[in-house]
């Protein structure tokens, strides 16, 4: 297995959708498949209704994209969903999961090791420590910035991220993650930036693709592992 650090997927812009912001399949459809061509890293398919039909139509065709550009398709909170999808599209499938939701080691046995498994850990070092244990690929802090899609996420110390350099493992920093913030994010040891709204909210979705990623280029890491 490839190590996580050096996982080329595990660097760079980490796209989530919002059914506020795509609300049909069409701009779902669309705003991903323009996301994964301007160079996304990973994509996070984050849909929060109870529409299990819906849930299973959109992320199916999330994955057949995601497949076309050798992009891993991430989903957010349903362990059942994910290995549906990875039983179809095999073990290009990851699942994020945030302290409300499924074990991670549960996670870890029933996905397999080669899956992608992301875990919420704040600012905490030792959530942190304990995802690691469990069998995390990737550990996400946050929210830094103000948040669009999620304001009442509770505010997180980037100092966090270089506290937990030694854990080897790539993190991603989440919540109001723009042109303007991705340099701080990056600086302060981020591997990775996952951001909703300064993509999926932009008008320009390639644009603003590419400018995350050229910031995020531009930064060296100061919080190394
Ligand atoms: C990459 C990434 N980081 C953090 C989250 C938040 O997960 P969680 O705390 O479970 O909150 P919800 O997204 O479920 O509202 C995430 N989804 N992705
Ligand atoms: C899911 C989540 N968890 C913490 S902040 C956040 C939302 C991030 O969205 P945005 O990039 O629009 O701030
Ligand atoms: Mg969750």
């Known amino acids: 297995m490839v190590a996580a650090l050096d996982n080329p997927a595990l660097r760079g812009i980490y796209a989530i959708t919002d059914s506020h912001l795509l609300p049909d399949d069409r701009s779902l459809l669309g705003a991903c498949e323009t996301a994964l061509e301007a160079g996304i890293a990973l994509l996070q398919y984050r849909d929060k209704s109870a529409d299990d039909a819906l849930r299973w139509r959109q992320s199916d065709a999330l994955a057949a994209l995601c497949e076309r550009h050798a ?3 991430i989903i ?3 362990l ?7 039983q179809r599209w ?7 999961l945030g302290q409300e939701d499924a074990r991670l080691s549960e996670a870890r046995e029933r996905l397999g090791g080669a899956a992608i498994i992301g875990a919420t850990c704040y600012d905490s070092t030792r959530l942190a420590t304990a995802a690691a244990q469990a069998g995390a690929s ?7 910035f103000a ?7 509770s505010p997180a110390r980037l100092s ?15 919540g109001g993650i723009d042109i303007d913030t991705a340099g701080q994010a990056r600086a302060a040891g981020a591997e990775m930036l996952a951001v909703v709204h300064a993509i999926f909210g932009m008008p320009d979705i390639a644009g603003a693709v590419r400018a995350l ?11 190394q592992r």
Do not use: C, M, W
Not at 138 to 144: E, I, N, P
Not at 147 to 153: D, M, Q
Not at 213 to 223: H, I, L
């Open 71 to 73: 992009v891993p398709l």
């Open 76 to 78: 957010n909170d349903d």
């Open 80 to 86: 059942a969903l994910a290995q549906r999808l990875q």
């Open 90 to 96: 095999g073990a290009s499938i990851g699942l994020h």
């Open 138 to 144: 990737y550990l996400a802090f946050g929210r830094f």
């Open 147 to 153: 948040s669009k899609t999620k304001p009442e996420a």
């Open 160 to 174: 966090v991220l270089s506290e937990v350099a030694t854990l080897g493992l790539p993190r991603v920093a989440i």
């Open 213 to 223: 990623a050229t910031a995020v280029d531009a930064t060296a890491a100061v919080g």
